[in-house]
């Protein structure tokens, strides 16, 4: 098989399972407990948070572990939310999980912006500019389209909001651009950072929330007061030191220049059929790609049969109709439905690589054949 829906999860390392393990049944202590073993437990938690913030290149702040993006995401938002006539600001190429959270805040009363897209999925930062003001309590942009693989300029949003909505808060989802892209917390002056383990080979259900100032923020869960009390329950130990093994293994610079070649390769293979459409952005790891005249889903679902993995676009939305974020750069519905993500990850060769963008080009090929 040739997994190529990273952008939907990843493997989990060996080892990490390993480390999973050791803590799900060896040291399985819960880290808020008084003897011994539990305390030692909840001092290796905070040495793994303190590496987290350090991967983060941020000398100030504090991390969340929680459940994963979801939670995170939901945590800056509504756990930011004061009464008022606050005004709140969001991309619309946001993850259902931002975008979904703007929705409900809506609908809840509050004043909601949405902001546009460019051709390629960038926030329209023009617009953006426009819309902050003195009432603007936060403003939620994520850093890497996980559609486009679109880098948004985070700090530049940032010098905005300093210049025209000097007390709003500013949250990035960071899930498709941690681990991947170097991520400067300090550089970036961000307020709240979301990442989430499964997105870079760590396991499922667990990830965590960069928060500058906790004072900015208040707990949506109610229960023991774990987390600084901001995310009740017995932390997920297991996950956050598997986790925390995880991140000690990537080298994000070698990384990015690996499937930087990767992506080209792939890139120039596709590149032989002008009825295929490459939407090429910043981050090497993430391509939309349309196939002319083919459904993207009959494509995929033949490319299976060839061991070749490709995905839809985002999981959370896959079995919706229609696209948000494509719609919004521009494409009509007929493109969106010819469209795939490709998403690669390091461990591929430069022979998968090319044996996958050659099949998919035949693949293509045949049901055209078939239904022009």
Not at 152 to 158: A, E, F, L, P
Not at 163 to 169: E, F, S, Y
Not at 206 to 218: E, F
Not at 278 to 296: A, H, K
């Amino acid at each position: 098989m040739i997994y190529l829906d990273n952008a939907a999860t990843t493997f989990m390392f060996e080892k990490a399972v390993d480390i999973y393990k050791k803590y799900a049944c060896q040291s399985f202590f819960n880290p808020s407990a008084g003897y011994r073993e539990a305390i030692d437990i909840a001092r290796q938690l905070q040495d793994a948070r303190l590496r987290l913030l350090e991967k983060m290149s941020a000398t100030r702040g504090n991390i969340i572990f929680t459940s994963g993006a979801t939670e995170s995401n939901n945590l800056a938002i509504m756990g930011s939310k004061r009464n008022g006539k606050w005004e709140y600001i969001f991309s619309v190429g946001e993850h259902p999980s931002v975008y979904n959270t703007a929705k409900e805040l809506e609908a809840q009363g509050h004043k909601v912006y949405f902001v546009g897209l460019d051709s390629k999925g960038h926030v329209d930062y023009a617009q953006l500019a426009s819309l902050l003001s003195d009432k603007t309590r936060l403003v939620s942009v994520m850093h890497v389209s996980n559609e486009t693989g679109a880098e948004n300029d985070i700090q530049k949003i940032v010098a905005f909001v300093k210049d025209k909505a000097k007390n709003a808060l500013i949250h990035v989802d960071g899930v498709q651009a941690f681990c991947k892209i170097p991520v400067n917390i300090d550089a970036l002056g961000v307020d709240f950072y979301t990442i989430s383990a499964h997105k870079f080979h760590g396991p499922k259900g667990v990830g965590a929330l960069y928060v500058k100032n906790p004072a900015t923020i208040k707990n949506i869960v109610f229960g023991g007061g774990q987390e600084n009390g901001l995310r009740s329950g017995t932390e997920n130990v297991a996950g956050i030191m598997a986790m925390d093994f995880v991140l000690s293994q990537i080298d994000v610079k070698k990384n990015y220049e690996y499937v930087s070649l990767l992506r080209d390769q792939f890139v120039a293979v596709l590149a032989q059929n002008c009825n295929v459409d490459v939407l090429q952005c910043e981050s090497p790891y993430i391509l939309s790609v349309g196939f002319m005249g083919v459904n993207g889903e009959t494509l995929m679902r033949a490319l299976q049969d060839y061991g070749i993995i490709v995905g839809m676009g985002s999981a959370c939305s896959a079995k919706k109709a229609g696209n948000r974020i494509l719609e919004n750069i521009g494409y009509g519905k007929d493109e969106i439905k010819s469209r795939i993500r490709i998403s690669f990850n390091e461990f591929l060769s430069v022979e998968e690589v090319a044996k996958a963008a050659q099949t998919i080009l035949e693949v293509y090929k045949e049901i055209w054949e078939k239904v022009k």
